[in-house]
Each structure stands twice: as C-alpha cells, then as structure tokens.
C-alpha cells in the first residue's frame, strides 16, 4: 500500500489502523466529519487493531461510532465521528 497521505485519507475517507497508531497522518487537516479505520491484521487482532486505533483518536476528538466486518477478507472498519 502506498504512504497515507493526509490527502489520500481525504479522497478514500480512510485511513489504516497502522497508520493511526504509527501517527502517521495529522488528521487535523481532515475535512470531513466521518472517517473509516481499517484494520488488517492476520490472526484475529484486526480488532484489537481497530479498537486501539479507535482509543488513541478518541484523545483527539474523535468518538467510535460503529466497528463493522466489509467482505470476506475480514477486514474490519472502525467507523469514527469527529465530536
């Protein structure tokens, strides 16, 4: 995957869980209100990924609103609103 940028988190309105925890991304630029954090973790952590990133942006203005599985991949989104 190629590096996150602040405006490719804007175009897709997602950002990975690795990069949120890694701060890879100041989602203060942000535009928009809702954002997806996808986590792909093999093993089964791809909810204590989610969850995790979904704990640090909850210190920076964010709240969880849903965590959601999309496709067979088991990819799992954690759905976040700005407060």
């Known amino acids: 995957m190629p590096r996150e940028t602040i ?3 804007a175009r897709s309105r997602a950002i990975t ?6 701060q ?6 942000y535009p928009h209100r809702h954002l997806a ?15 995790a990133a979904a704990d ?3 210190h ?8 959601t599985e999309v496709g067979s ?6 759905i976040m609103r700005r407060r």
């Open 7 to 9: 405006e490719t988190v």
């Open 17 to 22: 869980a690795a990069a949120v925890l890694q």
């Open 24 to 29: 890879l991304v100041d989602l203060r630029a």
């Open 37 to 51: 954090v996808a986590a792909y973790a093999p093993g089964g952590d791809s909810i204590s990924q989610a969850l």
């Open 56 to 58: 640090y942006l909850s």
């Open 60 to 67: 920076t203005g964010w709240e969880l609103i849903n965590v």
């Open 73 to 78: 991949s088991r990819t799992l989104h954690a």
